[in-house]
């Protein structure tokens, strides 16, 4: 194996290659486009085009295509063949229009109606701040995808906008201060991956995990993680081989894999990378699931994605590590030593943001599997609040009552002058429970769901501080005493928003109903969510920034409604299929070899009365069943047509999910009294702890 500072990046066009490859001025012209997001001409396109196909040829490449992220969550890929034909023979080619433009068949992408299915023009657009890449023999071009009119229909294109409206506000901010030399500020993202990893001949035991990702049955084995011994520990070496390679394939891509452990769950892991570029780290997680779930397979097992695979089991999240940063390389989420009015400022922002917008925040990571671990008594809660720890909630405090911030440290002074106190970072605890957690240099949000895309997440966070920042900005630009008007300003925000600053214990009772008073929403499902994405508050923030037009909104809403419907509709019919293809009739096997014993112990003089008691229970469970079969078997015929979206994903959420609930109930109990011998699916303990073997 190659040396990994050497295997790093090998299989990306990036900074040295193009620095070697492309002549000075193209190469100038690229970099400007890169760092400053200015536009490109056809010309240097070529070029880059040109010298990318070489590399590529040289490192094993055949095809190359526009790798995009449509509305799906996943990406999408389609490959075109270098070859071009010249005389006899053919020659390999790559062009400066092929580079910066595709023109995939728009028609079998969700688009919300923003598109009729008849016009199946789409766009992609190559988006040069994420290097292209070698996957599989193509090289891959990270693309935009639009349509015919110009809408979004991906996942990449809002996100590019949201990090150009929160440079323009946060350079606003940052000239208020002095600052003359940033020319860009971007957001930051550590994407922290949890999964899950079942052996593969279990898994294809299972059509539920086949089908929608999850167990849709399965009653609880008798050991799950409640001796919490499986967080940290040793890895078992079927797993290390798999991260082993996991960590290479990466690293030649690029990705910048830096902590991987066990997770709480049996069976349950996490991959953290090093924090990189919005755009850019979005890509690479998308990257990273798809290579967790193919270099799986290649280990004989199945990588989970799904946010709850088993229920009663920890659920699997992506804690999505967000800052500001300049282009001059400062981190304006870093208190730093001395935490100065500049990171008290843009704290303060970032708290108004989060508080005027939570319904937002919490409608970027709706999804019917995200259902399960959000409001369903699971970490964390739908409750959107920010944990700030105990230091940075005492300056906030002092500044809000203004008096003298006594530090723990040694020093005390004013505040709103200049220079605070020495602020060391780790005096305050961590907090695991808080949906929005300060951690010492950076946000982490823990609401988005293991699948995700983050790009969703992220686009909206840009977006409402980008918001926040402009309306400091409006104020501070016409102020006639900054030195007095800026202090005020952090003080009268902290005031206004200090209801969603919450340090304690995020899963206790008792915060929900003391958010319930601080008027802090709680919107435990996808269903009450989404409404206030099409709310004229949520339309007004995304159109003023240029980050979603109204359509592309309203596209979007009715996209995950649609995906919230299809997705329990596929989860139902495939529990239907369980119950009645392979439950029912392996009871029923089950029951007759019980009634032959019976009969038996019957004729010979036993006493059958426990095999008679464990009979009669069977059949009382199995008739219970059927009922609940059939009530599940009707919610899905009263499931069609005729209904807006929501209404339907109501439906959806409160009639057939409910009723599967009903059934699994009783799918589960009769597990535990069927021998596992007639029992058709492997048990939780059999994929919990199969591969830790
Ligand atoms: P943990 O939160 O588990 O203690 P760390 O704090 O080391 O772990 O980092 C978690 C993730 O946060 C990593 O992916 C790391 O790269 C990322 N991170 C660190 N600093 C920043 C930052 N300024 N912006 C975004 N992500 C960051
Ligand atoms: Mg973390």
Request: hydrophobic share 40%; glycine share 6%; proline share 4%.
């Amino acid at each position: 194996m190659k040396k990994i500072p050497e295997l790093y990046g090998s299989l990306v066009f990036n900074d040295s290659v193009m620095q070697a490859r492309l002549p000075k001025d193209t190469y100038k012209a690229l970099r400007k486009t890169i760092s400053r997001g200015t536009h490109l001409e056809l010309d240097v396109a070529n070029v880059v085009a040109s010298a990318m196909k070489e590399w590529a040829v040289e490192n094993g490449a055949t095809h190359f295509t526009h790798w995009f992220q449509p509305m799906t969550g996943i990406t999408a890929e389609k490959h075109d063949s270098f070859i071009s034909p010249f005389g006899d023979k053919i020659i390999m080619e790559f062009s400066g229009k092929e580079l910066v433009r595709g023109e995939p068949d728009a028609s079998s992408f969700p688009s919300g109606g923003l598109r009729a299915t008849f016009e199946a023009r789409g766009y992609t657009a190559w988006d040069p701040t994420s290097y292209a890449f070698i996957k599989d023999g193509s090289l891959c071009i990270p693309t935009a995808f639009c349509s015919y009119g110009g809408q979004a229909l991906d996942k990449k294109t809002p996100l590019l906008r949201s990090m150009d409206a929160l440079s323009v506000q946060a350079l606003r901010i940052l000239r208020l201060f002095g600052d003359t030399r940033s020319k860009r500020v971007i957001t930051t993202v550590g994407p922290e991956q949890e999964y899950f990893l079942v052996d593969k001949a279990l898994y294809n035991k299972r059509p539920d995990l086949i089908y929608t990702g999850r167990t849709l049955v399965g009653s609880r084995p008798s050991k799950g993680q409640e001796l919490e011994d499986h967080y940290f520990v040793t890895i078992k070496p079927r797993v290390s081989a798999f991260m082993k390679e996991l960590d290479e394939e990466l690293w030649k891509l690029g990705i910048p894999c830096k902590t991987k452990h066990n997770e709480v769950a049996p069976a349950q892991h996490e991959m953290a990378p090093i924090f990189e570029s919005t755009n850019v780290g979005t890509d690479h997680n998308q990257l990273a699931m798809e290579m967790m779930k193919t270099i799986a397979g290649k280990h004989n097992m199945t990588c989970l994605l799904h946010e709850k695979p088993f229920a009663g089991v920890n659920g699997s999240g992506k804690h999505n590590n967000w800052s500001l940063a300049t282009d001059t390389g400062k981190n304006l989420l870093d208190p730093g030593d001395n935490p100065d009015e500049q990171f008290l400022l843009f704290l303060a922002a970032v708290i108004k943001a989060v508080d005027d917008y939570q319904d937002l925040l919490r409608v970027s990571v709706a999804s019917a599997g995200n259902d399960h671990r959000l409001g369903a008594n699971e970490a964390p809660p739908a409750i959107v609040s920010i944990f700030l720890g105990d230091e940075l909630t005492e300056i906030l405090d002092s500044i809000k009552n203004g008096v003298i911030y006594q530090s723990r440290g040694q020093t005390s002074m004013e505040i709103g002058a200049k220079v605070l106190p020495h602020f060391p970072k780790d005096t305050t605890d961590r907090n695991r429970t808080s949906p929005f957690a300060f951690t010492g240099n950076k946000f982490e949000f823990r609401m988005v769901g293991s699948p995700f895309s983050i790009a969703g997440p992220n686009f909206v966070l840009n977006t409402i501080v980008a918001e926040v920042l402009s309306q400091f900005a409006d104020k501070l630009e016409k102020s006639s005493d900054f030195q007095k008007d800026l202090p005020a300003l952090i003080k009268d925000t902290v005031v206004a928003h200090e209801r969603i600053i919450f340090n304690g214990n995020n899963y206790a009772e008792e915060w929900v109903t003391e958010a319930e008073k601080r008027g802090l929403s709680n919107l435990k499902t996808t269903v009450e969510a989404l409404p206030t994405f099409i709310e004229q508050k949520s339309i007004d923030v995304f159109t003023k920034h240029g980050v979603l037009y109204e359509e592309e909104i309203h596209s979007r809403y009715e996209i995950v409604l649609d995906n919230y419907c299809k997705t329990i509709h596929i989860e139902a019919l495939t529990m239907l299929d369980m119950v009645k293809q392979e439950i029912i009739p392996s009871v029923f096997e089950y029951e007759s070899v019980l009634i032959k014993l019976i009969e038996k112990k019957k004729a010979s003089g036993f006493n059958e009365s426990l095999e008679s008691t464990y009979l009669t229970k069977i059949s009382e469970l199995t008739a219970s069943l059927y009922q609940k079969l059939e009530a599940l078997d009707n919610s899905l015929m009263d499931a069609k047509g005729g209904e807006d979206s929501l209404s339907l994903a109501s439906f959806y959420r409160y009639t057939v999910f409910s009723a599967m609930s009903e059934l699994r109930c009783i799918v589960d109990q009769l597990e535990q009294y069927v021998a596992k011998k007639y029992w058709p699916y492997p048990s939780y303990g059999d994929l919990l702890f199969s591969v830790l073997l």
